[in-house]
């Protein structure tokens, strides 16, 4: 499988999870329940945010090939929420290395073996949601509360950054959760390998 290929794929993945993100907040009941403030805001963070499982899942089935067709769907994603400069070029950085770097730290320690996707147990894929969930939290914290653009973080986030981390960290891990476990079902449903997802 060319890398052209691969990154087409990768992007599809996340264009999905982006798709399916802006989905769900178009749905006025599930406002109030997915955020912790009354004003809509997609790029505040939420409590379900599909994206990250869908970047584990790319890197899961392509490995380190597929960071470019992550990386085009996360910046044009940071676009279209009109992120600009420094927290666009972060968001972009953090959202496609964060799970990347996820990926390689529980493998480099031993904690979980993840080679042999998608037979790996279910729950190292919930750790790894939960260890990038953390990774991409605390990535994201430092580029938007960061100087010059703590202060604007601060009024957007209207809870400061209490508000960032308890919408942030649990949104990644459930929203993560949710997208890798729901492929995986997928994929062994159809029985799907490596080489024809």
């Given at each position: 499988?060319?890398?052209?290929?691969?990154?087409?794929?990768?992007?599809?993945?996340?264009?999905?999870?982006?798709?399916l993100?802006?989905?769900?907040?178009?749905i006025?009941?599930?406002?109030?329940?997915?955020?912790?403030?009354?004003?809509?805001?997609?790029?505040?963070?939420?409590?379900?945010?599909?994206?990250?499982?869908?970047?584990?899942?790319?890197?899961?089935?392509?490995?380190?090939?597929?960071?470019?067709?992550?990386?085009?769907?996360?910046?044009?994603?940071?676009?279209?929420n009109?992120?600009?400069?420094?927290?666009?070029?972060g968001?972009?950085?953090?959202?496609?290395?964060?799970?990347?770097l996820?990926?390689?730290?529980?493998e480099?320690?031993?904690?979980?073996?993840?080679?042999?996707?998608?037979?790996?147990?279910?729950?190292?894929?919930?750790?790894?949601?939960?260890?990038?969930?953390?990774?991409?939290?605390?990535?994201?914290?430092?580029?938007?509360?960061?100087?010059?653009?703590?202060?604007?973080?601060?009024?957007?986030?209207?809870?400061?950054?209490t508000?960032?981390?308890?919408?942030?960290?649990p949104?990644?891990?459930?929203?993560?959760?949710?997208?890798?476990?729901?492929?995986?079902?997928?994929?062994?449903?159809?029985?799907?390998?490596?080489?024809?997802?």
């Amino acid at each position: 499988m060319t890398t052209l290929i691969i990154n087409i794929k990768s992007f599809l993945f996340l264009y999905l999870a982006y798709s399916l993100h802006n989905v769900i907040f178009d749905i006025e009941a599930f406002q109030n329940i997915l955020f912790f403030t009354k004003d809509f805001n997609p790029t505040v963070g939420s409590l379900l945010y599909l994206p990250i499982g869908a970047a584990l899942l790319s890197y899961l089935l392509y490995g380190k090939k597929a960071i470019l067709g992550i990386f085009a769907a996360i910046i044009l994603s940071g676009i279209y929420n009109e992120l600009k400069n420094y927290i666009l070029v972060g968001y972009t950085i953090v959202g496609s290395l964060g799970p990347l770097l996820a990926i390689y730290l529980i493998e480099k320690f031993r904690l979980a073996n993840f080679k042999d996707f998608p037979n790996t147990s279910i729950r190292h894929l919930v750790f790894l949601c939960i260890f990038a969930g953390l990774i991409n939290t605390v990535g994201k914290f430092i580029v938007y509360f960061s100087y010059p653009f703590s202060d604007a973080a601060i009024s957007w986030f209207n809870g400061g950054p209490t508000q960032f981390l308890l919408t942030f960290l649990p949104g990644d891990i459930v929203g993560g959760s949710l997208f890798l476990l729901t492929s995986l079902a997928v994929i062994k449903f159809f029985h799907l390998d490596k080489t024809n997802t």
